[in-house]
């Protein structure tokens, strides 16, 4: 759905650039290995939590199919002045929750006053500005209202585990319409259907929670102009990074890897086009807070300069699989 702005001012879909020069874009390899673009990133913004949900793993998922959803969360300082007090994320169940527990209130939904109480047996975790949480598909969770950058696979298989959120019911049918048709009314199957070790895991926090890693040490990175940090980390398919480039500074950063950027925060220029974090963007309007780095450029290295005199320069960097620089991190 992206769009890429042409020199004469046309538009073509990024889905369509790639299969015209995925080899240019994403670079050889991947396109041999992987046929096209397989992981991306979105931005979400909801003001409530969203319904406890799980994305099927990938045997359960192409038995529909389709193709697991692993998906990771980095909370952007910039993006994030409120929390619409859920700044709470459910993940998982406590260490100790039996099979059986489930599969209960999965077969009660709609008592309760339309409330299953699966949540009754999960945990939630304070979300903080400026961290991540890896979380592969298998796992139940109710992402809170934080504003959250997502890096996730090109797919979705999505099951809703809790009956009513926030006042509202949801239909049973969005629980059971990713399984098979003659395993609906088995809620055994479907429980089974978790990766379950992973939901229960006494270490849940220790083994999914990120803080930022440097990519190098900010003793020499900061006396070129910038400072980057890892954010997403330990996924296959994807991995993510924040740059910021300090006022007045021009630098040159390489990767070995394509990438996306989005900006967060002031506005410049990366190989001579400009680049800027909007305040406002209205309907149909073209913005300069996105760009694709092509692997070629990405391995020589891009120069960013910050033309601001007092504010730093902030983007998010989203990679795809296979990304070498971040294999040190699994």
Not at 51 to 60: A, C, D, G, P, Y
Not at 91 to 119: H, M, R, Y
Not at 266 to 282: A, L, Q, R, S
Request: proline share 5%; with cysteine.
């Amino acid at each position: 759905m992206t769009f890429i702005v042409l020199d004469d001012c046309n538009l073509i879909t990024l889905k369509d650039a790639i299969q015209e020069a995925g080899d240019v874009i994403l670079g050889d390899d991947i396109m041999k290995k992987h046929g096209g673009l397989l992981s991306f990133c979105k931005l979400y913004d909801y003001k409530a939590p969203i319904h406890f949900h799980v994305h099927l793993i990938e045997s359960q998922a192409q038995l529909m199919g389709a193709h697991s959803k692993p998906e990771a969360y980095y909370f952007p300082k910039q993006l994030n002045s409120i929390t619409y007090d859920g700044d709470l994320t459910f993940f998982g169940f406590e260490p100790g929750t039996e099979k059986k527990d489930i599969v209960k209130c999965l077969e009660n939904w709609g008592a309760q006053s339309g409330d299953n109480g699966i949540l009754d047996y999960s945990r939630a975790y304070k979300l903080k500005l400026g961290t991540s949480w890896n979380i592969p598909a298998g796992i139940l969770h109710a992402p809170g209202s934080l504003v959250t950058y997502e890096p996730q696979r090109v797919s979705d298989c999505s099951a809703f585990f809790q009956s009513i959120m926030w006042g509202h019911f949801v239909s049973k049918d969005l629980l059971i319409q990713v399984y098979p048709q003659e395993k609906r009314d088995d809620m055994a199957y479907i429980v089974d259907s978790l990766d379950w070790d992973a939901n229960v895991d006494p270490a849940f926090k220790a083994n999914h929670y990120h803080e930022p890693v440097p990519v190098e040490p900010g003793e020499k990175t900061g006396p070129r102009g910038y400072r980057e940090d890892w954010i997403v980390y330990g996924a296959d398919d994807f991995s993510a990074k924040e740059l910021s480039v300090l006022p007045g500074q021009t630098v040159t950063v390489k990767d070995n890897a394509a990438y996306g950027l989005i900006m967060m925060e002031g506005y410049g220029t990366i190989n001579g086009n400009p680049i800027e974090t909007p305040v406002i963007i209205g309907y149909n309007e073209i913005t300069a807070d996105e760009m694709y780095v092509c692997h070629e450029y990405a391995r020589k290295g891009v120069e960013i300069r910050n033309l601001s005199n007092y504010s730093s320069l902030v983007m998010l960097k989203h990679f795809g699989p296979d990304n070498p620089d971040a294999k040190h991190l699994k």
